[in-house]
């Protein structure tokens, strides 16, 4: 079994919950960004042994929280060596309104991906996009590059959307599914 690793942060539990549902259908170890942008004891040894990282962060004005930078700009130290060299990647991210400029966060993940000569795995998952469709469908808000979800501002995790939770998990068993199939190579 493929390891991988579910990188994210989260200021008010949202992108937690969207991280929780991406790391049950990946069966991925959760590593959870501190409030200081830190990462627990020993994380830095799971994401070396990992096949896939897959990134996750809120989108905080038009991108990913400093949290999650701080920490994107302490992965310069395996930079340095390219030790995530052909590593998968992916990503997803949750805001406040249906499109709120998420895809900035998801492309910024991708570069960093590059910057780490990694290999991206998109969201594989048609949107909901006809008349029929319902806030609750997978992939309701349309996304190819990452996955993403919608908190209306006044939401609380708990009300989170599970069209949103679903495509989380979806996308995260795609990853395995990759993951397994890059480290038999
Ligand atoms: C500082 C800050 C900036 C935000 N910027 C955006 C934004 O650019 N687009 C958006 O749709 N929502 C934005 N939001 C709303 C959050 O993305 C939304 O509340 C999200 O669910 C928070 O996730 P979390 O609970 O994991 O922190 C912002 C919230 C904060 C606190």
Do not use: C
């Not at 992108?15 to 549902?21: D, P, S």
């Not at 038009?62 to 302490?74: E, H, R, T």
């Not at 029929?132 to 309701?140: C, E, I, L, S, V």
């Amino acid at each position: 079994m493929a390891d991988i690793a579910v990188v994210f942060h989260s200021g008010y539990g949202h992108t937690q919950r969207q991280a929780q549902a991406v790391a049950e259908g990946a069966a991925a170890r959760l590593i959870a960004i501190d409030a200081e942008g830190n990462l627990p004891e020993g994380a830095w040894e799971q994401l070396a042994a990992a096949d896939a990282i897959v990134f996750g962060s809120p989108t905080y004005m038009g991108g990913p929280s400093w949290q999650f930078k701080k920490f994107a700009d302490a992965t310069s130290k395996p930079w340095f060596t390219q030790a995530w060299k052909d590593k998968l990647f992916a990503g997803f991210t949750n805001s406040a309104a249906l499109n709120g400029d998420k895809h900035s966060t998801i492309h910024y993940f991708i570069t960093l991906a590059a910057q780490h000569s990694g290999l991206w795995v998109s969201q594989g998952i048609m949107p909901s996009s006809t008349k029929a469709a319902q806030r609750d469908d997978p992939n309701r808000l349309g996304s190819y590059a990452g996955a993403i979800a919608q908190s209306p501002s006044d939401a609380s995790p708990a009300e989170m959307a599970p069209g949103d939770l679903e495509t989380a998990r979806q996308f995260g068993k795609r990853v395995a599914e990759a993951a397994a199939r890059w480290a038999r190579r």
